[in-house]
């Protein structure tokens, strides 16, 4: 294990805890108390270096996506609308089963490739920008079944 896979937050907190539980069992000895009081600043300090690392890596991520969206999300978003279009063009309602297997189909290719193209993404993150796609082309759907 690597410094930089320690969760600095949760080594503050566990070290908070155990000086608070140690200083309410042990009472008012005076020594003790100068022991808790700094374990009590080195939790406090480590867990404030936990939230700037965390602030800092949510930075580079969000930078990151920023430049992903234009390079990655937005060209998949394009290539698997417009072959949702096109599907939509060819749909009646006796194929609209296939029509619904393909769309399956759809959503989990599309998922492959965020998941490739952009590792730092948690699934839950793919997931949400699978479903807002599949919003978007519902809308698509329903559009085209007004016509």
Do not use: H, W
């Not at 080195?42 to 930075?59: D, R």
């Amino acid at each position: 294990m690597q410094l930089k896979d320690i969760d600095f937050k949760l080594v503050g907190g566990i070290l908070l805890m155990i000086a608070i539980i140690t200083y309410v069992v042990a009472g008012d000895n005076e020594t003790l108390t100068f022991v808790v009081s700094i374990i009590v600043m080195l939790g406090l300090v480590l867990c404030i270096v936990g939230i700037v690392e965390t602030m800092i890596k949510s930075k580079k991520e969000n930078e990151l996506l920023e430049k992903d969206i234009d390079r990655v999300i937005q060209p998949l978003v394009t290539k698997y609308s417009n072959y949702n279009k096109e599907l939509i063009k060819n749909l009646t309602e006796e194929n609209y089963p296939e029509y619904v297997e393909e769309r399956k189909k759809i959503n989990k290719e599309m998922e492959k490739e965020l998941t490739e193209q952009i590792p730092y993404l948690t699934s839950k993150e793919i997931k949400l920008i699978v479903i807002e796609f599949n919003r978007n082309q519902d809308e698509l759907l329903k559009n085209n079944d007004n016509q």
